[in-house]
Structures are given as structure tokens and as C-alpha cells.
């Protein structure tokens, strides 16, 4: 699978954005679909993930009730709205998709995007 992510950008804190994560080359809908952010200096964190139908979202705690996850099927796209934006959550934001029911752990992830850069001004 072939992941493309698109639109992070500079927002100021209390915006929104919507994250895309576009898949070719294999059946999208095989693959649970998760998000994962990394600031500089810090390690790759989960951020969201969803199953193969859509259904199940689970969330980090510090995102909760903030970001949505969502997938398209019929469109091989995942997206990740995102409201409330602090300034903690700057970081480049990576699409990933896999096979494994453990969805925070990136390792267990097969397939990755580039990454978006987020950045979020006070």
C-alpha cells in the first residue's frame, strides 16, 4: 500500500484542520488505518486509529474529544479532523495502515505515508 498524506499547515491555537491520507496499490479496506505524530526531539506517538469498516475509532487521551478519525472506503482515503488545536499538537502528522488489532504501537504498523507538518502558533 501506497500512503499519501496531505494538509497539515500553520494554524493558530483553537483552529481546525483535516487531514487526508490517500491509499493505492492493495485493497484499502483489508487494512485498519491509524495516525501517529512526532514532534523534534520527541518519539512517534499514536494518535488515532480505526478498523478496517470504519467503525471502532479509539483515540490517544490527549486528543480525545478534539480529533475525529474517519475513513472512506469507496475514495481509499482516511482523514483525521482535528479541532481545538494547541500548540502541543505541533508535529508531522503520519498516516500508517496494518493488519494488527494493536493500535498504538507503530511497530506493529506495515505501510506508511510521507508525513504532513501541523504547526500550531499561540
Known amino acids: 500500500v501506497q500512503l499519501q498524506a496531505s494538509g497539515g499547515g500553520l494554524v493558530q491555537a483553537g483552529g481546525s484542520l483535516r487531514l487526508s491520507c490517500a491509499a493505492s496499490?492493495?485493497?484499502?479496506?483489508?487494512?485498519?488505518m491509524g495516525w501517529f505524530r512526532q514532534a523534534p526531539g520527541k518519539e512517534r506517538e499514536f494518535v488515532a486509529a480505526?478498523?478496517?469498516?470504519?467503525?471502532?475509532?479509539y483515540y490517544a487521551d490527549s486528543v480525545k474529544d478534539r480529533f475525529t478519525i474517519s475513513r472512506d472506503n469507496a475514495k481509499n482515503t482516511v482523514y483525521l479532523q482535528m479541532n481545538s488545536l494547541k500548540p502541543d499538537d505541533t508535529a508531522v502528522y503520519y498516516c500508517?495502515?496494518?493488519?494488527?488489532?494493536?493500535?498504538?504501537?507503530?511497530?506493529?504498523?506495515?505501510?506508511w505515508g510521507q508525513g504532513t507538518q501541523v504547526t500550531v502558533s499561540s
Open positions: 496499490g492493495r485493497t484499502f479496506s483489508n487494512y485498519r
Open positions: 480505526t478498523s478496517r469498516s470504519g467503525g471502532n475509532p
Open positions: 500508517a495502515a496494518g493488519v494488527s488489532y494493536t493500535y498504538t504501537n507503530p511497530d506493529e504498523y506495515m505501510y
